[in-house]
Protein backbone atom coordinates (compact mmCIF):
# COMPACT_ATOMS: atom_id res chain seq x y z
CA UNK A 1 0.00 0.00 0.00
CA UNK A 2 1.59 3.27 -0.73
CA UNK A 3 1.92 5.62 1.84
CA UNK A 4 0.67 9.41 2.08
CA UNK A 5 2.94 11.87 3.50
CA UNK A 6 3.18 15.51 3.67
CA UNK A 7 4.61 17.90 0.65
CA UNK A 8 4.87 21.54 -0.41
CA UNK A 9 3.35 21.59 -4.38
CA UNK A 10 2.23 25.05 -5.85
CA UNK A 11 -0.76 23.93 -8.49
CA UNK A 12 0.14 26.54 -11.34
CA UNK A 13 2.55 29.11 -12.49
CA UNK A 14 1.24 31.92 -10.63
CA UNK A 15 0.24 30.30 -7.21
CA UNK A 16 1.87 30.41 -4.06
CA UNK A 17 3.89 26.95 -2.87
CA UNK A 18 1.31 25.54 0.07
CA UNK A 19 0.77 22.08 2.45
CA UNK A 20 -0.59 18.85 -0.12
CA UNK A 21 -0.77 14.99 0.40
CA UNK A 22 0.97 13.27 -1.93
CA UNK A 23 1.60 9.43 -1.77
CA UNK A 24 4.84 7.31 -1.94
CA UNK A 25 5.24 3.46 -3.33
CA UNK A 26 6.47 0.79 -1.26
CA UNK A 27 9.95 -0.33 -1.59
CA UNK A 28 10.42 -2.56 -4.58
CA UNK A 29 13.15 -5.22 -4.75
CA UNK A 30 15.34 -2.87 -6.08
CA UNK A 31 14.42 0.61 -3.90
CA UNK A 32 15.60 2.39 -1.05
CA UNK A 33 13.18 4.34 0.93
CA UNK A 34 14.54 7.15 2.61
CA UNK A 35 13.31 9.65 5.48
CA UNK A 36 14.03 13.49 3.87
CA UNK A 37 15.91 14.90 6.91
CA UNK A 38 17.05 18.39 5.05
CA UNK A 39 16.54 19.27 0.97
CA UNK A 40 18.70 22.06 -0.66
CA UNK A 41 16.61 24.83 -2.28
CA UNK A 42 17.84 25.06 -6.25
CA UNK A 43 17.67 28.05 -8.36
CA UNK A 44 15.73 25.39 -11.08
CA UNK A 45 13.39 25.03 -8.06
CA UNK A 46 11.63 28.60 -8.77
CA UNK A 47 12.48 28.63 -12.35
CA UNK A 48 10.60 25.32 -12.68
CA UNK A 49 7.54 26.03 -10.05
CA UNK A 50 6.62 29.35 -12.36
CA UNK A 51 6.88 27.47 -15.49
CA UNK A 52 10.03 30.01 -16.48
CA UNK A 53 11.60 27.11 -18.91
CA UNK A 54 8.03 26.80 -20.37
CA UNK A 55 7.63 22.38 -19.64
CA UNK A 56 6.23 22.50 -16.07
CA UNK A 57 3.15 20.11 -15.42
CA UNK A 58 1.51 20.85 -12.06
CA UNK A 59 0.90 20.02 -9.02
CA UNK A 60 4.71 20.47 -8.83
CA UNK A 61 6.61 19.17 -5.53
CA UNK A 62 10.06 20.40 -5.94
CA UNK A 63 13.21 19.80 -4.51
CA UNK A 64 16.64 17.95 -6.01
CA UNK A 65 18.91 18.78 -3.06
CA UNK A 66 17.60 15.52 -0.74
CA UNK A 67 19.46 14.05 1.68
CA UNK A 68 17.73 12.19 4.70
CA UNK A 69 18.34 8.38 6.07
CA UNK A 70 17.35 4.94 4.73
CA UNK A 71 14.25 4.08 6.45
CA UNK A 72 13.14 0.35 4.18
CA UNK A 73 15.32 -1.40 1.31
CA UNK A 74 14.00 -4.42 -1.00
CA UNK A 75 15.42 -7.86 -1.10
CA UNK A 76 18.22 -6.84 -4.22
CA UNK A 77 19.30 -3.67 -2.73
CA UNK A 78 23.06 -3.53 -1.56
CA UNK A 79 25.22 -0.71 -0.38
CA UNK A 80 22.41 0.24 1.72
CA UNK A 81 20.49 -0.53 4.69
CA UNK A 82 17.90 1.22 7.57
CA UNK A 83 20.16 3.94 9.02
CA UNK A 84 22.33 4.77 6.54
CA UNK A 85 22.76 7.99 5.28
CA UNK A 86 21.55 8.66 1.42
CA UNK A 87 21.61 11.24 -1.64
CA UNK A 88 19.49 12.00 -4.14
CA UNK A 89 19.70 14.34 -6.89
CA UNK A 90 18.17 15.77 -9.88
CA UNK A 91 17.50 11.90 -11.50
CA UNK A 92 15.30 9.29 -10.47
CA UNK A 93 15.78 7.04 -13.09
CA UNK A 94 16.97 7.05 -16.74
CA UNK A 95 16.39 4.59 -19.62
CA UNK A 96 19.55 2.65 -18.80
CA UNK A 97 20.27 1.39 -22.70
CA UNK A 98 21.52 4.71 -25.14
CA UNK A 99 24.83 5.44 -25.67
CA UNK A 100 24.84 8.31 -22.57
CA UNK A 101 23.71 5.92 -20.28
CA UNK A 102 25.85 2.96 -21.05
CA UNK A 103 28.88 5.85 -20.47
CA UNK A 104 27.68 6.90 -17.01
CA UNK A 105 25.95 9.93 -18.01
CA UNK A 106 22.43 9.12 -17.07
CA UNK A 107 22.02 13.02 -17.29
CA UNK A 108 22.63 13.09 -20.98
CA UNK A 109 19.97 10.23 -21.16
CA UNK A 110 18.60 10.18 -24.87
CA UNK A 111 15.95 7.97 -24.06
CA UNK A 112 14.14 9.70 -21.44
CA UNK A 113 15.81 10.54 -17.95
CA UNK A 114 13.32 10.66 -15.29
CA UNK A 115 13.79 14.04 -13.44
CA UNK A 116 13.30 13.65 -9.40
CA UNK A 117 10.08 15.82 -10.21
CA UNK A 118 7.98 17.20 -12.80
CA UNK A 119 8.49 13.71 -15.22
CA UNK A 120 5.54 11.23 -15.27
CA UNK A 121 6.08 8.76 -12.42
CA UNK A 122 6.63 4.88 -14.48
CA UNK A 123 5.37 3.37 -11.38
CA UNK A 124 2.26 5.55 -11.50
CA UNK A 125 1.76 6.24 -7.83
CA UNK A 126 1.48 9.78 -8.74
CA UNK A 127 0.92 11.30 -12.15
CA UNK A 128 3.82 12.76 -11.90
CA UNK A 129 7.19 12.58 -9.98
CA UNK A 130 7.47 14.98 -6.45
CA UNK A 131 10.96 16.05 -5.45
CA UNK A 132 12.35 16.46 -1.57
CA UNK A 133 9.64 18.91 -0.70
CA UNK A 134 8.50 16.38 1.20
CA UNK A 135 9.04 13.90 4.24
CA UNK A 136 10.05 11.01 2.63
CA UNK A 137 11.07 9.36 -1.42
CA UNK A 138 11.33 6.06 -2.61
CA UNK A 139 13.95 5.90 -5.16
CA UNK A 140 15.83 2.89 -7.27
CA UNK A 141 18.88 1.88 -5.80
CA UNK A 142 20.93 2.77 -8.83
CA UNK A 143 20.10 6.66 -8.27
CA UNK A 144 20.51 6.50 -4.78
CA UNK A 145 23.62 8.60 -3.53
CA UNK A 146 26.03 7.41 0.01
CA UNK A 147 26.68 10.35 1.74
CA UNK A 148 29.93 10.39 4.63
CA UNK A 149 28.60 10.70 7.44
CA UNK A 150 31.48 12.63 8.35
CA UNK A 151 29.66 16.04 6.67
CA UNK A 152 27.03 17.77 7.93
CA UNK A 153 24.00 16.49 6.49
CA UNK A 154 21.84 19.81 5.78
CA UNK A 155 24.86 21.43 4.70
CA UNK A 156 26.30 18.53 1.97
CA UNK A 157 22.40 18.34 0.66
CA UNK A 158 23.24 21.54 -1.75
CA UNK A 159 26.14 18.81 -3.30
CA UNK A 160 23.22 16.65 -4.74
CA UNK A 161 22.24 19.54 -7.46
CA UNK A 162 24.95 22.89 -7.11
CA UNK A 163 27.70 20.66 -6.13
CA UNK A 164 28.01 18.05 -8.94
CA UNK A 165 26.80 20.83 -11.45
CA UNK A 166 29.77 22.64 -10.84
CA UNK A 167 32.28 19.80 -10.15
CA UNK A 168 31.49 18.08 -13.40
CA UNK A 169 32.23 21.07 -16.04
CA UNK A 170 35.70 22.19 -13.82
CA UNK A 171 36.52 17.83 -14.55
CA UNK A 172 35.17 17.81 -17.77
CA UNK A 173 37.67 20.88 -18.90
CA UNK A 174 39.95 19.41 -16.91
CA UNK A 175 40.40 21.89 -14.24
CA UNK A 176 43.45 21.37 -11.90
CA UNK A 177 46.36 23.11 -10.44
CA UNK A 178 47.78 25.82 -12.12
CA UNK A 179 44.39 26.20 -13.97
CA UNK A 180 43.32 30.08 -14.33
CA UNK A 181 39.33 29.82 -13.64
CA UNK A 182 36.55 32.55 -13.31
CA UNK A 183 33.16 31.58 -11.67
CA UNK A 184 30.76 34.39 -12.30
CA UNK A 185 28.00 35.10 -10.27
CA UNK A 186 28.13 34.04 -6.53
CA UNK A 187 24.60 32.46 -5.52
CA UNK A 188 24.62 28.67 -4.42
CA UNK A 189 26.21 27.20 -7.87
CA UNK A 190 28.60 29.98 -7.86
CA UNK A 191 29.70 29.27 -3.94
CA UNK A 192 30.15 26.00 -5.08
CA UNK A 193 32.31 26.64 -7.71
CA UNK A 194 34.57 28.63 -6.34
CA UNK A 195 34.99 26.43 -3.36
CA UNK A 196 35.91 23.08 -5.75
CA UNK A 197 38.23 25.15 -7.98
CA UNK A 198 40.13 25.97 -5.43
CA UNK A 199 40.26 22.69 -3.70
CA UNK A 200 41.34 20.94 -7.46
CA UNK A 201 44.01 23.80 -7.05
CA UNK A 202 43.24 26.45 -9.50
CA UNK A 203 43.73 29.87 -9.00
CA UNK A 204 40.17 31.35 -9.30
CA UNK A 205 38.71 34.90 -9.85
CA UNK A 206 35.23 35.53 -8.65
CA UNK A 207 33.10 37.98 -11.28
CA UNK A 208 29.97 39.39 -9.47
CA UNK A 209 27.73 42.19 -9.68
CA UNK A 210 27.39 42.35 -5.74
CA UNK A 211 30.49 44.52 -4.29
CA UNK A 212 28.78 42.94 -0.35
CA UNK A 213 29.98 39.48 -1.60
CA UNK A 214 33.74 40.44 -2.02
CA UNK A 215 34.90 39.39 1.22
CA UNK A 216 33.00 35.90 1.63
CA UNK A 217 34.22 35.07 -1.98
CA UNK A 218 38.07 35.80 -0.68
CA UNK A 219 37.00 33.57 2.36
CA UNK A 220 35.15 30.74 0.28
CA UNK A 221 38.29 30.39 -1.88
CA UNK A 222 38.64 33.01 -4.93
CA UNK A 223 42.12 34.68 -5.00
CA UNK A 224 40.70 37.62 -6.41
CA UNK A 225 36.94 39.52 -6.86
CA UNK A 226 35.50 41.23 -9.67
CA UNK A 227 33.00 43.37 -9.69
CA UNK A 228 31.66 42.62 -13.62
CA UNK A 229 29.38 45.96 -13.62
CA UNK A 230 32.91 48.22 -13.63
CA UNK A 231 33.65 47.94 -17.25
CA UNK A 232 37.11 49.05 -17.20
CA UNK A 233 37.83 45.95 -14.24
CA UNK A 234 36.21 43.49 -17.11
CA UNK A 235 38.98 45.35 -19.69
CA UNK A 236 41.44 44.89 -17.30
CA UNK A 237 40.70 41.30 -17.16
CA UNK A 238 41.10 40.60 -21.00
CA UNK A 239 42.76 37.35 -21.72
CA UNK A 240 43.41 35.94 -18.59
CA UNK A 241 41.38 33.35 -18.13
CA UNK A 242 41.70 29.43 -19.42
CA UNK A 243 37.99 28.68 -17.76
CA UNK A 244 34.54 30.15 -16.93
CA UNK A 245 32.14 28.73 -15.15
CA UNK A 246 29.14 31.05 -15.37
CA UNK A 247 25.78 30.47 -12.76
CA UNK A 248 24.23 33.42 -13.21
CA UNK A 249 20.56 32.80 -13.19
CA UNK A 250 19.44 36.12 -15.66
CA UNK A 251 19.87 36.82 -19.12
CA UNK A 252 23.02 39.13 -19.06
CA UNK A 253 25.89 40.21 -21.40
CA UNK A 254 28.57 37.51 -22.10
CA UNK A 255 31.04 39.36 -24.26
CA UNK A 256 33.21 40.52 -21.09
CA UNK A 257 33.34 37.70 -20.12
CA UNK A 258 34.26 36.12 -23.60
CA UNK A 259 36.86 38.49 -23.62
CA UNK A 260 38.47 37.52 -20.44
CA UNK A 261 39.31 33.88 -22.02
CA UNK A 262 42.67 33.64 -22.87
CA UNK A 263 43.16 32.02 -26.42
CA UNK A 264 41.48 28.74 -26.59
CA UNK A 265 39.67 29.29 -23.57
CA UNK A 266 35.98 27.73 -22.61
CA UNK A 267 33.56 29.63 -21.59
CA UNK A 268 30.86 27.10 -19.69
CA UNK A 269 27.25 28.01 -19.25
CA UNK A 270 25.11 26.28 -16.38
CA UNK A 271 23.08 29.02 -15.24
CA UNK A 272 19.56 28.63 -17.19
CA UNK A 273 17.81 31.77 -17.60
CA UNK A 274 14.32 32.11 -18.83
CA UNK A 275 15.31 34.42 -21.84
CA UNK A 276 18.20 34.29 -24.10
CA UNK A 277 21.36 36.47 -23.35
CA UNK A 278 22.28 39.74 -25.63
CA UNK A 279 23.96 38.11 -29.02
CA UNK A 280 28.07 36.87 -28.47
CA UNK A 281 29.76 38.65 -30.81
CA UNK A 282 31.49 36.19 -33.44
CA UNK A 283 35.20 37.97 -33.61
CA UNK A 284 36.21 37.65 -30.50
CA UNK A 285 35.46 34.17 -30.57
CA UNK A 286 37.22 32.92 -34.24
CA UNK A 287 40.20 35.25 -33.65
CA UNK A 288 40.90 33.59 -30.03
CA UNK A 289 39.66 30.35 -30.80
CA UNK A 290 37.42 30.68 -27.77
CA UNK A 291 34.14 28.67 -27.07
CA UNK A 292 30.83 28.84 -25.71
CA UNK A 293 29.74 25.71 -23.82
CA UNK A 294 26.90 24.45 -21.81
CA UNK A 295 27.01 21.99 -19.12
CA UNK A 296 24.10 19.72 -17.26
CA UNK A 297 24.13 18.50 -13.67
CA UNK A 298 25.96 14.80 -14.10
CA UNK A 299 25.98 11.41 -13.97
CA UNK A 300 25.18 9.05 -11.11
CA UNK A 301 29.27 7.54 -10.89
CA UNK A 302 30.62 11.29 -11.14
CA UNK A 303 27.88 12.50 -8.34
CA UNK A 304 29.35 9.91 -5.90
CA UNK A 305 32.91 10.77 -7.10
CA UNK A 306 32.11 14.43 -5.91
CA UNK A 307 30.39 13.47 -2.92
CA UNK A 308 33.48 11.61 -1.89
CA UNK A 309 35.56 14.37 -3.11
CA UNK A 310 33.87 16.68 -0.68
CA UNK A 311 34.07 14.19 1.83
CA UNK A 312 37.98 14.30 1.86
CA UNK A 313 38.32 17.40 1.50
CA UNK A 314 35.50 19.18 4.37
CA UNK A 315 33.40 20.80 1.43
CA UNK A 316 29.91 21.50 1.99
CA UNK A 317 27.90 24.29 1.46
CA UNK A 318 27.45 27.78 3.59
CA UNK A 319 23.98 27.50 4.27
CA UNK A 320 21.05 29.48 5.93
CA UNK A 321 18.19 26.67 7.38
CA UNK A 322 14.57 27.28 6.90
CA UNK A 323 11.54 25.83 7.81
CA UNK A 324 9.42 24.76 4.97
CA UNK A 325 6.72 27.25 5.56
CA UNK A 326 9.32 29.52 4.82
CA UNK A 327 9.79 28.33 1.40
CA UNK A 328 7.65 31.59 -0.76
CA UNK A 329 9.80 33.89 1.23
CA UNK A 330 12.85 32.41 0.24
CA UNK A 331 11.99 32.35 -3.25
CA UNK A 332 11.93 35.99 -2.95
CA UNK A 333 15.09 36.79 -1.27
CA UNK A 334 16.95 34.14 -4.32
CA UNK A 335 15.48 36.13 -6.83
CA UNK A 336 17.11 39.65 -4.74
CA UNK A 337 20.56 37.93 -4.23
CA UNK A 338 19.97 38.06 -1.15
CA UNK A 339 20.97 33.85 0.54
CA UNK A 340 24.47 33.25 1.55
CA UNK A 341 24.57 31.05 -0.03
CA UNK A 342 22.08 28.43 0.06
CA UNK A 343 18.47 28.00 1.16
CA UNK A 344 18.23 24.48 2.83
CA UNK A 345 14.61 23.52 3.76
CA UNK A 346 14.49 21.39 7.43
CA UNK A 347 12.08 18.92 6.83
CA UNK A 348 10.94 18.47 10.87
CA UNK A 349 9.16 21.50 9.89
CA UNK A 350 6.81 19.37 8.24
CA UNK A 351 6.94 16.24 10.34
CA UNK A 352 4.78 17.68 12.85
P1 LIG B 1 21.22 31.64 -7.17
O1 LIG B 1 21.63 31.06 -5.86
O2 LIG B 1 20.04 32.51 -7.24
O3 LIG B 1 22.52 32.40 -7.75
C1 LIG B 1 22.53 33.05 -8.99
C2 LIG B 1 23.52 34.21 -8.94
O4 LIG B 1 23.50 34.84 -10.21
C3 LIG B 1 23.19 35.31 -7.96
O5 LIG B 1 23.63 35.05 -6.68
C4 LIG B 1 23.88 36.51 -8.56
O6 LIG B 1 25.25 36.51 -8.20
C5 LIG B 1 23.79 36.23 -10.04
N1 LIG B 1 22.68 36.98 -10.65
C6 LIG B 1 21.37 36.83 -10.44
N2 LIG B 1 20.66 37.71 -11.18
C7 LIG B 1 21.55 38.39 -11.89
C8 LIG B 1 21.45 39.41 -12.84
N3 LIG B 1 20.26 39.92 -13.21
N4 LIG B 1 22.57 39.88 -13.37
C9 LIG B 1 23.76 39.37 -13.01
N5 LIG B 1 23.92 38.40 -12.10
C10 LIG B 1 22.82 37.92 -11.54
O7 LIG B 1 20.96 30.47 -8.24
P2 LIG B 1 21.61 29.00 -8.34
O8 LIG B 1 20.76 28.05 -7.60
O9 LIG B 1 23.06 29.09 -8.08
O10 LIG B 1 21.36 28.68 -9.89
C11 LIG B 1 21.96 29.48 -10.88
C12 LIG B 1 21.42 29.11 -12.25
O11 LIG B 1 21.90 27.79 -12.60
C13 LIG B 1 19.90 29.02 -12.34
O12 LIG B 1 19.49 29.53 -13.60
C14 LIG B 1 19.62 27.54 -12.26
O13 LIG B 1 18.40 27.17 -12.86
C15 LIG B 1 20.80 27.00 -13.03
N6 LIG B 1 21.11 25.60 -12.78
C16 LIG B 1 21.59 24.88 -13.82
C17 LIG B 1 21.97 23.57 -13.65
C18 LIG B 1 22.57 22.80 -14.79
O14 LIG B 1 22.61 21.57 -14.73
N7 LIG B 1 23.06 23.46 -15.82
C19 LIG B 1 21.83 22.96 -12.40
C20 LIG B 1 21.37 23.74 -11.34
C21 LIG B 1 21.01 25.06 -11.53
P3 LIG B 1 26.05 37.86 -7.82
O15 LIG B 1 25.24 38.53 -6.75
O16 LIG B 1 27.35 37.37 -7.35
O17 LIG B 1 26.15 38.66 -9.10
ZN1 LIG C 1 19.25 22.26 -9.06
ZN1 LIG D 1 19.48 6.69 -21.60
Known sequence: MPKTIAAFATPSATSKLGPVSIKRRD?????????????????????????????????CVPGHEIIGRVTRVGAQVKGFKPGSMAGVGCLVDSCRDCPSCR??????????????????????????????????????????????DRLDPAAAAPLLCAGITTYSPLRHWRVGKGTRVGVV?????????????RAMGAQVVLF??????????????????????DASAMEARANSLDFILNTVAAAHDLNPFVNALRRDGTMCLVGAPDRPHPPVQVMPMIFKRRAVAGSLIGGLKQTQEMLDFCAEHGIVS????????????????????????????DLASLRG
Open 185 to 197: GLGGLGHMGVKLA
Open 27 to 59: PGPRDVEIEILFCGVCHSDLHFARNEWGMTLYP
Open 103 to 148: EGLENYCEGGMVLTYGSPDKHGTEPLTCGGYSTSITVDQDFVLRVS
Open 318 to 345: DIERIPMQKINEAYERMLKGDVRYRFVI
Open 208 to 229: TTSPGKAEDARRLGAHEVVISK
